[in-house]
């Protein structure tokens, strides 16, 4: 996976190639094991590295989860950002079918948003979502926008997928299709109250 | 622990009281086997993994710190939610154990659950010629914002408290059956 050198990533810290090599390491034993269980001496050797060198950047299993589904999300589930908050259904059912094709990494990074830990910002595309919305609609109020926001947020998420198949034992389509059709339902009062 | 409440039951209950000091990755099959009176070995027989322990816990959780007030109509049920949101609020390290167990690989092949059942049958009995597509979608979009996960996020990423939520939920409630054919809010 190429690193970006101008940090096209929008998350926190950069990572140096160890770092990278570690997390890639991790997501690829989850996904051959079903489980993230792994010890670290396992990663260690898949990411050619020293296990001494998995402590030293990541001191808790907890820091390197939470690390690796980042990487997941940014990777992995990478996407183009939508450029209007009505295209955000089409993003949705498209962030849907991507994880039903790697449902392991898609568990990963739903567990890791519903820790509660300060490390896990379970929404960060909320930034993206509020200036869309801030730019077509700017007659919004501020409580509807938020709560647009807040909607949009969770359903365009790893933990949607992982409800619906858990929950209701959707298929892709299904799942892609309801998660999709959530979002044009929270649009709806919006859609000619563009500029 | 009296004798009537058997093992798994007893390792449950004793995870519960120890989430009180510690999170749920800080608590170990030995210290549950201690506080229980078995051995460790016990503890693995009757959870063979985290995972398994995970979802034991949130299932006791739910059963005995959240049961969802009993609903028939669609306002009912937006009640129900909010008492809800209130009890997470209340507990919060067990809405999040919660939340979490409901995003993990799941262990086994569960039923749907009673939940599910039940607001599928509340959306039936409010529309019931509604075809079964926009059924799915709507049960899965009311079941997916009464949820702990929604509870969850809504408080880490928007600093929101259960009346924000429950106020954003009841919001996402009245845009799910507006795009419903001919749904009647009061209907039940």
């Known amino acids: 996976m190429p690193t970006e050198p101008d940090g096209a990533h929008t998350s926190a810290a950069e990572l140096n190639r160890t770092q990278e090599a570690i997390l890639a390491a991790y997501a690829e034993l989850i996904e051959e094991l079903g489980t993230d269980d792994v010890s670290f001496r396992l990663i260690a050797r898949r990411a050619g590295v020293g296990e001494r060198t998995v402590f030293r950047n990541y001191q808790t299993r907890v820091d390197l989860l939470l690390a690796t589904a980042a990487w997941i999300e940014r990777t992995v589930f990478a996407r183009e950002e939508s450029r209007s908050i009505f295209d955000m259904p089409l993003a949705i059912r498209e962030a849907m079918e991507r994880y039903d094709r790697r449902p392991e990494l898609a568990h990963v990074v739903a567990e890791t948003t519903m820790r509660g830990v300060s490390g896990s910002a379970p929404s960060p595309r909320r930034e993206h979502l509020d200036a869309m919305l801030r730019m077509e609609v700017p007659s919004l109020a501020d409580i509807e926008r938020r709560a647009i926001v807040a909607e949009l947020a969770h359903i365009d998420s790893a933990a949607t997928w992982v409800a619906l198949r858990r929950e209701l034992h959707m298929n892709r389509r299904d799942i892609a299709d309801a998660a999709a059709w959530a979002a044009e339902a929270v649009l709806d009062p919006i859609r000619g109250r563009v500029g | ?188």
Request: with cysteine; hydrophobic share 45%.
């Open chain 2, 1 to 188: 622990m009296a004798d009537t409440v058997d093992t798994p039951t007893a390792i449950l209950a004793s995870a519960a009281v120890a989430l009180r000091d510690r999170t749920f990755d800080d608590i170990s099959y030995r210290s549950l086997g201690d506080a229980v009176g078995v051995s460790e070995r016990t503890v693995y027989r009757q959870f063979p993994t985290r995972s398994h322990l995970l979802e034991g816990l949130a299932g006791w959780i739910e059963a005995t710190e959240f049961p969802l007030p009993a609903f028939v109509t669609i306002p009912q049920f937006q009640v129900a939610a909010r008492d809800r949101f209130h009890a997470f609020d209340a507990a919060p390290a067990f809405a999040f154990v919660c939340a979490r167990a409901a995003s993990i690989s799941p262990t086994g092949e569960a039923e749907p659950s009673f939940l599910t059942r039940t607001i599928e049958g509340m959306l039936q009995a409010a529309n019931p010629r509604l075809n079964a597509r926009d059924l799915q979608r709507a049960t899965a979009a009311l079941l997916y914002f009464a949820s702990a996960q929604f509870w969850a996020r809504m408080r880490t990423s928007f600093d929101m408290d259960a009346s924000e939520t429950s106020d954003v939920f009841d919001r996402t409630v009245e845009r799910a059956l507006a795009a419903l054919p001919a749904m009647s809010p009061a209907g039940g």
